[in-house]
């Protein structure tokens, strides 16, 4: 019906040829055939109101494709009048890469066949596209014949952008998900390994702690035996020499198994995470020697006066341990060319420039990584060894803990030319002697005996000469430490009165380190021992007795 | 320094779960010049009971034991004893033990792993009214 109707529809959708509906008033067929040719003009002019009021594109063309009606819709949806349109080919909104569509669209219509919601793209009168749901149905004459068709064009572009946003939201998701599935993976896996260090660490600690528990009683036996014995003859002092070495050996090794130990309680940033390169060395050694075959060497060169290093003494161990590991497997596979060679590790640590840094190398010379094996070496699970002879996490295990510590682990190898792990971890901040100082005198006058040998002690590390004698206050004391009920405090201000240089600190009954004068300080009688050491520390560096590094 | 020192021989008594140890312990100190045994308990609670009888002048104390917190013990002991000075005697080297030691009142830290020597030397400080700390104690106290 639409169809027809269009088919004689003006430019704008009105009829094209109208009938008139004047004729012969007389002749009551022909009032009837007038009556009835004018109810279906008002038909025709009601219809042509609604396509022409309709906001979806409804538009008629011929056969060959020459529109023949436009809509105030699809004015609104291309952009071209009615006026522009009609008589001009179809394919003026139709962009070039979809032209292809056109003849195999008529060719359905010619079979009498629809075309019903076909999601296409037009082109406006302006170049831009326009995302259009097409009906295309053809239009018949009065004897059946198809002499053209009706197209309806919906702009779904809004639909379109919802959708594509939609799919944009659910492709963001799905990498979202992905990313986090990615990421749990990865903790699961860290959560894993650090489980297994965790237990490792604590079996070590444990079996470090009870070898210790049998050496001591060990050593105290052989002592007794040794000195009942003593001066019986030169082969028993031989073997009393061995059995001590070995002892010896096995309190080391059971040091450094202790040395392995991850204390949840530990935390980086207090003084328990600095190590001191030279003394661990000294315990850290026969574990790190269980590591290598007799066939390798174990070398070091760790300065006596490089500063601490800012990472717990354990933590260290598990790191060069690894290292060391690594190292020796990486050497065990190696087909030596002449008996000559000779497997090396070797530890060493230097003073960056800046020197805010350690560098702590493990380097061996074995047979080297290739780029690939180097860019994946600190992955977890990555392993180019058997399972079973590796878990894959050496190097991420040492990885991890020199990003725990702040510091960076680089690595250096070249295929044939051995591998090189720098971890650089910072300085440890510390106290230190002030070089330009004498040492300094203190008096600890101080009732309680436990708590003045805890001072003097305490006072003694801050390089102070310290006198506990209250019977007489030395004149060039710098600084005096007190207890007692308040008026004592008059004690301690005649002291720094008398000399400019002087502070004192008073262990009285106010609480925590309130400085009472510039240079008096009161602490509670109970105060913890660190919070007296932080006071301490204060006074030290103030005075010039210790220097912050 | 010295003065608060006794002059008759340091009475010790020693607190460990571990009579390995304390045997051992009792082998090195009966046999030292100065130093009298006065004998051993396995746990806290036990030190507490023999506090109530006898009083000794140092008591060694272990930290990994059953029983009663240790730390809490140092404590009650002064207050049943009150000349006593504990001296911490552990295979556990941790800073953070050996200042909960000495917030709790011990006079010092010795490491079993440290040797016989440094006992001796711990005791006998700790005995003549200074602090008494084994050398792995003093290294990971950042002394030198």
Known sequence: MLMSLLDKSSAAGAPAHSSSVCGDAGQSSGFQESASSAHAELMRAHLASIVDSSDDAIVSKDL???????????????????????????????????????????????????????????????????????????????????????????????????????NEYREHLEQLVEARSAELAATHNRLRSSERLSAIGTLSAGLGHDIGNVMMPLNAHISVVENSLAGSSEDLREHFQAIHQSVEYLQSLANGLRLLAIDPDDDLREVNGVTNLSAWWGEAEPLLRTALTKRFRLEHDLPDDLPPAAIPPHALTQAVFNLVQNAAQA????????????????????????????????????????AEVKAHCVEPFFTTKTRGISTGLGLAVVHGIVQNANGTLDIDSVPGNGSTFTMIVPVAKRLEVNPDEAKRKAIVDVSDPRLRALLSHELALLNYEVSASSSRIADDAVLLVIDGAPERRAAAAEFVQRNQDAQALIIGTACNGQPLSSRMVEVGPNVKLEAVRQVLRNIACSTGTMQQR | MMSDAPAKPIRIFCVDDNTLVTEALR??????????????????????????????????????????????????????????RVLMYSGLLRRDLVDRALDSGAWGYVAKTDGEQDLLQAIRAVAGGSMGFSRSIRTMMGEN
């Not at chain 1, 060679?341 to 990584?369: C, E, H, W, Y």
Request: aromatic share 4%; hydrophobic share 35%.
């Open chain 1, 331 to 370: 050497l065990s596979g190696m087909k030596f060319e002449s008996s000559d060679f000779i497997g090396r590790v070797r530890i060493a640590a230097r003073q960056s420039s800046d020197r805010k840094s350690l560098l702590i190398t493990v380097s061996d010379n074995g047979p080297g990584m290739t």
């Open chain 1, 64 to 166: 060959s494709g020459t529109i023949t009606s436009w809509n105030k819709g699809a004015e609104r949806v291309f952009g071209y009048s009615a006026a522009e349109v009609i008589g001009k080919h179809i394919t003026i909104v139709i962009p070039y890469d979809r032209l292809e569509e056109e003849p195999a669209i008529l060719e359905k219509l010619k079979k009498g066949e629809r075309v019903d919601h076909f999601e296409t793209i037009r082109r406006r009168k302006d170049g831009s596209l326009v995302n259009i749901s097409l009906t295309i149905s053809p239009v018949k004459n009065s004897q059946g014949e198809i002499i053209g068709a009706s197209k309806i064009a919906r702009d779904i572009s809004e639909r379109k952008r919802i959708e594509r946003e939609l």
């Open chain 2, 27 to 84: 082998l090195q100190l009966s046999r030292t010049a100065g130093l009298q045994w006065t004998g051993c308990a396995p746990d806290a609670d036990s030190l507490l009971d023999q506090a109530k009888r006898e009083c000794s002048d140092i008591v060694l104390l272990d930290i990994d034991m059953p029983g009663k917190n240790p730390f809490d013990a140092i404590n009650e002991l002064t207050e049943i004893c009150g000349h006593s």
